[in-house]
């Protein structure tokens, strides 16, 4: 899987991420995308190095996309308590 194919898969799970921790984020839409394109990637990176999980290289598998969502969820946390929520 290409670096074309990974920023599709970190827009999608971006995408996926906002719907499941719903909220207004300081960056907005924009940087929520930003977060899934960087989350696909530690999860990935996550997958790979700590849960012996080696990633497929086929778009349509279901481990990478639990993968790159998950690791999107976690950035997407951590980006709300550094930079605070304003759901205020």
């Given at each position: 899987m290409g670096i074309i194919?990974?920023?599709?898969?970190?827009?999608?799970a971006g995408a996926?991420?906002?719907?499941?921790l719903p909220g207004r984020d300081p960056g907005g839409l924009i940087?929520?995308?930003l977060i899934g394109v960087a989350g696909a990637f530690v999860g990935g990176?996550?997958?790979?190095?700590?849960l012996d999980r080696p990633i497929r290289q086929e778009f349509f598998d279901l481990p990478t996309w639990g993968a790159?969502?998950?690791?999107?969820?976690?950035?997407?946390i951590l980006y709300r308590?550094?930079?605070?929520?304003?759901?205020?």
């Open positions: 194919s990974w920023i599709i898969l970190g827009l999608l996926i991420a906002k719907v499941l940087g929520t995308v990176w996550i997958s790979t190095t700590f790159a969502i998950g690791g999107s969820l976690v950035l997407l308590l550094l930079l605070g929520n304003s759901r205020r």
